[in-house]
C-alpha cells in the first residue's frame, strides 16, 4: 500500500449514522492531516494530529492516531447530507513530504 | 479574505500549445504548494514554495512543467508543451508555515480543470 491509503474508497450509510474511514501508512510521519473534498471544489482541511497525540476531536469529528501501527482513523458522528464528500488523509513524513491518500468517497443516504 | 484564488477555472487546448496556470495565495502565507488530481494518481504534490522560494520540485513529472513566484502574491505553473496525460485538475495551496513546512493547514483554491486535446 502506499503512504496515506485510506480505507474505505467508497462508503454509504444512512443520514445518522456514524461513519469511519481509516488511513494507514508506511513511514514514519510528524502530524497527520485529514482533508475533505467536495466534488468539483478544492480540499478543506478538517483537522490535525500530531505524532505524540493520539486522539482530537473537532465537533462531530473524532480523529484517532496509533503510531505503532501506523494508522489514523476519522469519526463523524451523526452524519448529515452535507457530510457527502470524499475524504483524504495527509501524511508529513520524517523526511519532509506531504502525501496524500487516494480518499475515500462518503456517500450519506436520505 | 478571499481566500486561494486560480485562473482559469477551466482550461481546454490543443495538444503542443503551451499552458499557464495561476495562483494568487492567501496575503500573509508564506508557502505555497501546486498539486495535481487525477482519478488514476490521486493528489500529487508537484512543487512548492517557502518566502517565495522553491524548495522542492521533485514532483513536476517532466522539464516541460515549470513554476515561479516572483513575489508573495502570485505564483504560476507552465506547461509547455502540453499533452493530453497533463489533463488534470490543478490546485494551488497556501499555508503560513511554522515549525516545518507541513505541519500547517493548507488552504486549497477552486482548482483549474485542464483538459488537453
Known amino acids: 500500500s502506499q503512504q496515506g491509503e485510506e480505507d474505505p474508497q467508497a462508503l454509504s450509510i444512512q443520514e445518522g449514522e456514524n461513519a469511519t474511514m481509516n488511513c494507514s501508512y508506511k513511514?514514519?510521519?510528524?502530524?497527520l492531516q485529514w482533508y475533505r473534498q467536495n466534488s468539483g471544489r478544492g480540499l478543506v482541511h478538517l483537522i490535525l494530529i500530531r505524532s505524540n497525540e493520539r486522539e482530537k476531536h473537532s465537533g462531530r469529528l473524532r480523529v484517532t492516531l496509533d503510531t505503532s501501527k501506523k494508522s489514523s482513523s476519522l469519526l463523524i458522528t451523526a452524519s448529515r447530507a452535507a457530510d457527502t464528500a470524499s475524504y483524504f488523509c495527509a501524511t508529513d513524513a520524517s523526511d519532509d513530504k506531504i502525501i496524500f491518500g487516494k480518499g475515500t468517497r462518503l456517500h450519506i443516504l436520505p | 479574505d478571499a481566500g486561494v484564488i486560480q485562473s482559469p477555472r477551466h482550461e481546454v487546448t490543443e495538444m503542443g500549445q503551451e499552458v499557464t496556470l495561476r495562483c494568487k495565495p492567501i496575503s500573509g502565507h508564506n508557502s505555497l504548494f501546486w498539486y495535481r488530481q487525477t482519478m488514476m494518481r490521486g493528489l500529487e504534490l508537484l512543487i512548492y514554495f517557502n518566502n517565495n522560494v522553491p524548495i522542492d520540485d521533485s514532483g513536476m513529472p517532466e522539464d516541460r512543467f515549470s513554476a515561479k513566484m516572483p513575489n508573495a502574491s502570485f505564483s504560476t505553473l507552465k506547461i509547455q508543451p502540453s499533452e493530453p496525460r497533463d489533463s488534470a485538475v490543478y490546485f494551488c495551496a497556501s499555508s503560513l508555515a511554522a515549525g516545518g513546512l507541513f505541519g500547517n493547514e493548507q488552504f486549497f483554491g477552486p482548482g483549474t480543470r485542464l483538459t488537453v486535446l
Open positions: 513511514t514514519s510521519i510528524n502530524n
